[in-house]
């Protein structure tokens, strides 16, 4: 289920499927329907199938707004899954699919800078793929939000509003930092008001009834992560800043749509069964967007 032959299967079959691709639609240049790698002892596997393209080049929103997420537990082998979405007026919709067997920065832009050189010179509603969407929406995960920056520089790379409330709230709970109970959704609460501020004289006004309300004041260790890990990165989870900034989210403001797309494929396509290698995961993924067509 591992190594050197099980890498030969999986080459063999991207070749097949890359293949059969190309008999119905020849691709220019780079331009590839799915490509396996290998960087050090790291496997990375991108998929950019016939549906996505079109996508790409047919859906406005693609140049707005990616959505990128992973998900694990898919093997024996833990392999990550990222689908990259973009949202539409149904739904968020896939414009490609990473396979990496780790998720560090160094697996996860090689695997960007593959997915780039694959894609269609119109990409991301013709921006094309160099210049790549306008916006990225990511959970705090630093490797994702690094190698997003470093393919597209231009990128402005924003936090997934659940993400943010819910690591808010597990730090709140956390027994280490010694929040009392009935102070925990107070804390909450205003760090949800903050996060919802629509306009900069709100966001202050709010901020300025937090840091003078006793239950603020009341730990110091809260405070200090308030002004060292919170404020400090407003413009990545205020929702002031993307209205302020008129950034084109389309009201999209969580990953969410990763998030179904996780059950789609661990429920539909999985049916809650692990596959059993690499190669398994990779032909079960190459299924042409089928749900979505």
Known sequence: YNGVD???????????????????????????????EQIGEQTVVVIIDAFMRRVHTSVPQSGDLLIMDATSNLDRS???????????????????????TREDEKTITHALKMYQKMLPQDAFY?????????????????????????VWPNMVVLLCHFHVLQAHWQWLFASANKIEKVDK????????RLLYSQTSEIFQEVLSEITENPTY?????????????????????????RIESELPTNNVNCSNYC???????????????????????VEIECDDSSYYT
């Not at 890498?7 to 396996?36: C, H, M, T, W």
């Not at 833990?78 to 990496?100: E, H, Q, R």
């Not at 998030?259 to 995961?281: C, M, P």
């Open 217 to 241: 004041q009341k730990y110091p260790n809260y405070v200090t992560h308030m002004q060292d890990n919170i404020l400090p990165r407003k413009d990545e989870w205020s929702l002031m800043f």
């Open 78 to 100: 833990d392999t990550k899954l990222f689908n990259i979405l973009c949202p539409s007026a149904i739904g968020g919709l896939p414009v490609g699919k990473l396979i990496v």
């Open 126 to 150: 013709g921006r094309g793929p160099l210049l790549g969407p306008s916006l990225g929406l990511t959970d705090d995960s630093e490797p994702e939000r690094k190698s997003l920056r470093r």
């Open 259 to 281: 998030e179904v797309s996780f059950r789609i494929t661990k429920d539909l396509k999985f049916g809650r069964n692990r596959a059993y290698n690499l190669v398994e995961l």
């Open 185 to 192: 959704p107070i804390l909450l609460q205003m760090m949800r």
């Open 6 to 36: 099980a890498y030969q299967k999986l080459s063999e079959f991207i070749d097949k499927y890359e293949n059969e691709n190309q008999k119905i639609k020849q691709l220019p240049g780079e331009e590839r329907y799915a490509k396996v």
